[in-house]
């Protein structure tokens, strides 16, 4: 009867039965290769494997056009940066890509844009007056300014700043300022020559000087004192007469106040 059973059985079966750990090892390869395949089948799909397509310049273009011809190539977009001004471009234009133009790349990968920011960045200037043209220059260049011009002008002190112009108006300190504007600064040059009107002449070129010009100037000069002491006499005179008017309608208030306290004390006696 047992042999009878055995020749039912298969092939495949009688093996399973003598050889069950080899039959399940072969089996567990088998599937070891299969999800393999598999894997490899939805990497190459999940990657884009083979499918390779050239990278479009997008540069020197408006944002939104450049966005237009990336999602028709099927690729994916994102800004990396539009903070910075660079003046050579329009405001919203594409300054730079990542991947570069002409690049073979897969679909699945971003460009990256770098776009011009719509604005010039705002920074409120800083107070410069009194400092040293050089320290001034280098502060505003640091800050970002772009334009920055130094002149000078006629001054008693060297070097030192005077005044601060944008697009040629005079700004207050604090003043918001585009980083693009034309900004000068005024220094002084140090000619003016502060001469003090009480420094006594050395007696050596006392004989280069004209006699007659000399005599004039003296002249003027004693004229000058005259005229000046007269009229501080008479603001002196004058601030006198007030003061001797002031002090008699003073003593007249305190003559009425005086005769009203004695009539209310002879009230105060009757009653």
Do not use: C
């Not at 799909?45 to 540069?59: A, E, I, L, M, Y």
């Not at 008699?248 to 005769?259: F, N, R």
């Amino acid at each position: 009867m047992s042999n009878n059973n055995d020749n039912n059985k298969s092939g495949f079966d009688r093996f399973r039965e003598r050889h069950p750990i080899l039959l399940n090892s072969a089996l567990m390869v088998l599937a070891l290769v299969v999800l393999g395949y598999i894997a490899l089948l939805f990497i190459d799909v999940f990657t884009s494997h083979g499918q390779q397509v050239q990278v479009p310049d997008v540069r020197n273009m408006p944002l939104e056009k450049a966005i237009d011809i990336l999602e028709d190539a099927g690729l994916r977009w994102d800004i990396s940066d539009s903070t910075s001004f660079n003046e050579n471009y329009k405001p919203g234009t594409v300054i730079d890509q990542d991947p570069k133009p002409k690049s073979y790349i897969k679909k699945i990968r971003i460009i990256y844009l770098n776009v011009n920011a719509m604005h010039a960045p705002i920074i409120a200037l800083p107070k410069l007056v009194d400092l040293p043209g050089r320290q001034g220059m280098a502060t505003l260049k640091a800050m970002g300014f772009k334009h920055v011009a130094m002149d000078s002008v006629p001054s008693e002190m060297s070097g030192l700043i005077l005044q601060v112009s944008v697009d040629g108006h005079n700004v207050a300190p604090g003043k918001p300022v585009s980083v693009n504007s034309q900004i000068k600064i005024t220094v002084g040059d140090g000619s003016i020559v502060d001469i003090n009107p009480d420094q006594v002449i050395d007696p050596s070129i006392m004989d280069s000087i004209d006699e007659a010009n000399y005599k004039d100037a003296q002249e003027n000069y004693e004229q000058e004192m005259k005229a000046r002491a007269e009229q501080e006499r008479k603001e002196q005179a004058s601030q006198e007469k007030k003061d001797k008017e002031q002090n008699k309608d003073k003593k007249k208030d305190q003559d009425k106040k005086s005769d009203k306290d004695k009539k209310s004390d002879k009230d105060k006696k009757k009653n």
